[in-house]
């Protein structure tokens, strides 16, 4: 018998979106510092799923295009609570900074210069502590052996030596056909948390669906060139066509709504200093642009137009491919690419970790010592997330 202790497989969907509200109001760092908080909260503390299928969805997310956190978050919901567990899941954890971007834009709120600010650089100093205890916690797991260690520090390598938005995607797809080779006697491994088959019928419609709108939302706008399906054509492309997380997404906003000449520079970088300072994903971005613009749709209206324009193509390509995602990577050829490709995905992750995480945040001497108060406080002292968010941001504000 196993010692290891059952575990429930479903949740209900006011938990998941419990869950999850908290994840969006404490989750600050951007896309790699969600990855860390979301390993924290569902691999060590509830166990929802193991490490290894927790890494391979990482896997996922890195390749589709959009946002990676809020694909994994929707992932997620979705396998602890069905469609309406995956809703839940992305509104809980987008609709805290969406909320605020559109006050923000409406004038509800009023921010001072946020670059200098000593408790928002409290907060990234805690995302330098969540994203090094996931990076350790995954590498421990996922390189063992000589290969894997290997393959990781290559992999961190390349990225920051080639720091673009295809270079993950090619970085661990290389690795996984890598992988195939080295480990192809590799046997499936077991889950410790096995996994309810989703179906496969609403996926396929699902990415027809992702296709036609990336296909025909530009000829409807032409065709009939209202203001509201030209702002959701613009901010849908934007979703579909982005690697790399959400500051790659920006020169395609800017491209919809500062050239067309609808806001000015200093509007547009305004609300992407006040997105950076926020919690959860920056594609919340697009809620402010929605509701900021000259034209209706603007307003609360506008800035949820556009929040569900950027988000939708991405929830349509994890819908689309996580049912045939848990029923493939369980066989042994896929394994072998896998075991290359999370070994790939932990050196990802420790090249985001170095840059830009740790030389942008890591200044001076007392940003170390905190750092590592920190990284200490989640490793041994075992504490809470939103906890030691909450002390960061109070050190950082007196020391600095």
Request: proline letters at 8%; charged letters at 10%; hydrophobic letters at 55%.
């Amino acid at each position: 018998m196993s010692a290891t202790p059952e575990i429930e497989l479903r949740s209900s969907v006011g938990t998941v979106f419990r869950v999850f509200l908290r994840l969006g109001v404490t989750s600050f760092g951007g896309p790699v510092a969600h990855i860390g908080f979301f390993h924290d909260e569902f691999v060590k503390r509830r166990r929802w799923l193991d490490e290894a299928a927790y890494v391979d969805l990482v896997a996922l997310c890195q390749f589709l295009p959009g946002p990676a956190s809020s694909q994994m978050g929707f992932a997620l919901g979705l396998r602890r609570a069905g469609w309406l567990g995956a809703l839940a899941a992305w509104a809980g954890f987008t609709l805290p900074s969406a909320v605020l971007m559109i006050g923000f834009a409406l004038g509800l709120a009023r921010f001072g210069p946020l670059a200098h600010t000593g408790w928002l650089h409290g907060l990234q100093l805690a995302a330098v502590a969540v994203v090094a205890q996931a990076v350790g916690a995954m590498g421990q797991r996922l390189c063992q052996g000589r290969v894997r260690p290997l393959l990781a520090l290559l992999a961190t390598l390349a990225v920051l030596a080639w720091p673009t938005p295809w270079s993950q995607v090619l970085v661990i797809g290389g690795a996984g056909l890598l992988g195939c080779w080295w480990f192809r006697s590799t046997e499936p491994m077991a889950l410790a948390t096995p996994v309810p088959p989703l179906p496969t019928r609403p996926a396929t419609v699902l990415f027809g669906i992702f296709v036609i709108l990336l296909l025909g939302l530009p000829l409807g706008a032409r065709l009939w060139p209202a203001a509201w399906l030209q702002l959701f054509d613009s901010f849908y492309r934007a979703g579909a066509l982005v690697f790399g997380g959400g500051h790659v997404v920006l020169p395609l906003l800017q491209s919809a709504v500062v050239t067309s000449g609808q806001l000015t520079p200093d509007e547009f970088l305004a609300g992407y200093g006040v997105a950076q300072a926020l919690p959860g994903p920056l594609f919340t971005f697009a809620a402010y642009l929605g509701a900021k613009l000259p034209q209706a749709p603007n307003g609360w209206l506008g800035g949820l137009w556009g929040l569900v324009a950027v988000f939708l193509p991405g929830l349509l390509l994890v819908s689309g491919a996580l049912p045939w995602w848990e029923r493939l990577r369980h066989a042994p050829g896929l394994r072998a690419a896998l075991a290359g490709a999370n070994a790939a995905v932990v050196g990802v992750l420790l090249a985001a970790l170095i840059s830009p995480l740790a030389t942008g945040t890591l200044l001076h001497p007392r940003d170390w010592i905190l750092a590592a108060a920190a990284f200490a406080g989640l490793q041994w002292a075992k504490l809470p997330p939103w906890a030691l968010v909450a002390l960061c941001a109070l050190a950082a504000q007196v020391t600095g």
